[in-house]
């Protein structure tokens, strides 16, 4: 049974520049939810999609977006790019049930640099 | 909006020993989901354990244990006969439910970094 994975490992960009990371969820997981977990921190929220659509977000600006795909896989995308970008991003899959709130897995991450 | 806190930084146990971790939070939900994850240096977040805030019994998975005390709004972590492999950060993370269903944002403290020595 696979995790959840996550492409690619790391990344090297530069101030202003896009960047996508992609997700696959966990086999059998629907909703997939996106972190930003900067050096010697928690994690933190960025949205979370289900049923191709984002259902929720937390407090980050309109340069994050995302997509989920009808396999359930998502790509995370970030715009004009910020030094304080830099951060280990994480998806994370579970599965959706009315009322029945699945823990959700972790992938390994991807760990963007930006210089 | 939810808030964690967790206030030990850094903690070094020997090898065997049994250890607790502090986790509180703060929310004004009746209704949520409470969570310990563990991230070793391979960055991977591993679930620990889990607590329904409307189950009185604390949780148990293996050697960890939970301390769940709602009023208080408190949320330990005990581990027992701790191993050199328990080694790495601690995250407590809340769930609020979500009105549609399904799983909600974790919201994360900031971690303890946990030390095992042999």
């Known amino acids: 049974d696979a995790g959840v994975t996550q492409s690619p490992t790391h990344l090297i960009k530069t101030r202003g520049q896009q960047v996508t990371l992609r997700c696959s969820p966990k086999?059998?997981?629907?909703?997939v939810s996106w972190y930003q977990q900067a050096l010697g921190q928690g994690p933190q929220f960025i949205f979370q999609?289900?049923?191709?659509?984002?259902?929720q977000r937390g407090n980050f600006p309109d340069r994050f977006s995302g997509h989920q795909f009808p396999n359930y896989s998502s790509e995370l995308n970030v715009n004009a790019l910020l030094l304080g970008d830099s951060a280990l991003y994480l998806c994370?899959?579970?599965?959706?049930?009315?009322?029945?709130?699945?823990?959700?897995?972790f992938g390994p991450g991807t760990r963007l640099l930006v210089l | 909006a939810q808030t964690v806190t967790q206030s030990q930084p850094e903690m070094s146990v020997q090898e065997a020993e049994t250890v607790t971790l502090s986790c509180t939070y703060d929310t004004s939900e009746s209704n949520y989901y409470l969570f310990w994850y563990k991230q070793p240096p391979s960055r991977q977040m591993i679930l620990v354990i889990r607590?329904?805030?409307?189950?009185?019994q604390n949780a148990t998975e293996n050697r960890f244990s939970v301390n769940f005390q709602k009023a208080a709004k408190s949320f330990s972590l005990k581990i027992s006969d701790s191993q050199l492999g328990d080694t790495a950060m601690y995250f407590c993370?809340?769930?609020?439910?979500?009105?549609?269903?399904?799983?909600?944002?974790?919201?994360f403290g900031k971690g303890t970094h946990l030390i095992i020595q042999p």
């Open positions: 607590q329904e805030a409307y189950k009185q």
């Open positions: 999609y289900y049923e191709e659509e984002e259902r």
């Open positions: 086999s059998g997981h629907d909703t």
């Open positions: 994370a899959s579970s599965l959706a049930r009315s009322y029945i709130y699945e823990t959700q897995y």
């Open positions: 993370a809340f769930m609020k439910p979500y009105s549609g269903g399904g799983a909600d944002g974790l919201t």
